[in-house]
């Protein structure tokens, strides 16, 4: 779609920034569905000035969006997604596309091990994306010789041949990554960090992601309840290492959604690692910072060996555990351990590696 065969609305952005969002910190105002959904348009058609879309992006960041700016953002953005929905109905899991720096990648491990226990996996991400550029699902996938630049009826047949699936952000929605190199001189996040984690390739009806701070999971889940095109019945949003998916060592905030009656359910736990018998800090799970990626894929499949009984084996098997309650295949996050123990004891996370690899 581009602006020669487009007819918008009477709101450019130049006029939502005068009139709407950018009259200051205090004095802005959030914009109404048909506002946000008018201006989205724009920007995925190329109709705005780059310094307008520039100083748009600025304005939302310090005004901060509310769910139903991002829902009509990311119903917007869905339109031009290519969705491909795996016979199986798995987690999605829609980690920080800019990445890590310092950390383990987990989440790859994590997948896997939760789709040897029975609980399909769908990651996704871009390339290096702005503004950290760090790395991400796709470079860890990538050192463990797994296909990551699939199209997306590829990514859902892995999904059903081996329970794990990776999307790749350039493929599923080229909208989104045509937007890297304005966002690149941005310098900072905007808008568009949040809602590109939720595009949700695969349908999934549970999604997994991470936050900074609890209001933002509210955020988050209101967005969903928002969104015209999404209909999830599962959503679990925690307190990620680096803003990752990855969950923290000690104390971790988690929150979840379920659908029912009315909004549903929304309610609040701790996940402390210490109960779980895991006594490690922040920093034990560090990795060169030359080389996350690398570093994290060798910890990856040392653990789907089962060559580490370490922190990391721990880590990965936590958040295998998070992965299977989220989606109910296990009632609790205790269960869900054993069962995340269990397919790496037994052979099949390794198995599933195995498979990745053959794809």
């Known amino acids: 779609m581009t602006t020669a065969d487009t007819e918008f609305g009477p709101w450019p952005l130049k006029r939502l920034m005068t009139e709407v969002v950018g009259t200051g910190t205090k004095s802005a105002e959030d914009m109404s569905r048909e506002q946000a959904t008018e201006a989205m348009e724009r920007i995925l058609a190329g109709e705005p000035d780059h310094t307008t879309l520039g100083a748009f992006w600025l304005a939302n960041r310090w005004k901060h969006n509310n769910a139903e700016e991002l829902a009509a953002y990311a119903d917007v953005m869905a339109q031009y997604v290519e969705y491909a929905e795996p016979d199986a109905d798995p987690v999605d899991c829609g980690a920080n596309y800019d990445g890590k720096g310092k950390t383990a990648i987990l989440g790859v491990g994590a997948g896997v091990v939760a789709a040897a226990a029975g609980t399909p996996v769908v990651v996704h991400s871009g390339d290096r994306v702005p503004t950290q550029k760090q790395d991400a699902y796709k470079h860890v996938l990538d050192a ?201 004891d037994s052979g099949a996370a390794a198995a599933v590696l195995e498979d990745l690899r053959d794809f």
């Open 144 to 344: 463990l010789d797994v296909r990551t630049e699939l199209e997306p009826s590829e990514s859902a047949d892995m999904v059903d041949e081996t329970g794990f699936g990776f999307y790749y952000q350039p493929k599923f929605n080229p909208a989104i990554h045509d937007l890297w190199e304005r966002r690149d001189n941005m310098g900072v996040r905007t808008f568009v960090n949040t809602i590109e984690t939720i595009a949700n390739p695969a349908n999934a009806s549970t999604h997994l992601g991470s936050f900074y701070h609890l209001a933002f999971a509210k955020k988050m889940t209101d967005t969903f309840k928002a969104s015209e095109h999404h209909d999830l019945s599962r959503i679990v949003m925690f307190q990620g290492m680096e803003g990752y998916d990855d969950i923290r060592p000690g104390y971790t905030k988690v929150a979840e959604w379920t659908s029912g009656e009315g909004d549903g359910t929304f309610e609040d736990f701790d996940i402390e690692t210490a109960n779980y018998g895991m006594d490690f800090e922040y920093d034990d799970l560090g990795v060169n910072e030359d080389d996350v990626a690398g570093d994290s894929a060798e910890i990856t499949e040392a653990v789907l060996a089962g060559e580490r009984d370490d922190r990391f084996a721990d880590a990965i098997a936590l958040n295998a555990a998070l992965r299977i309650y989220a989606r109910q295949d296990a009632e609790s996050i205790d269960e869900g351990l054993e069962m995340a123990r269990e397919a790496i």
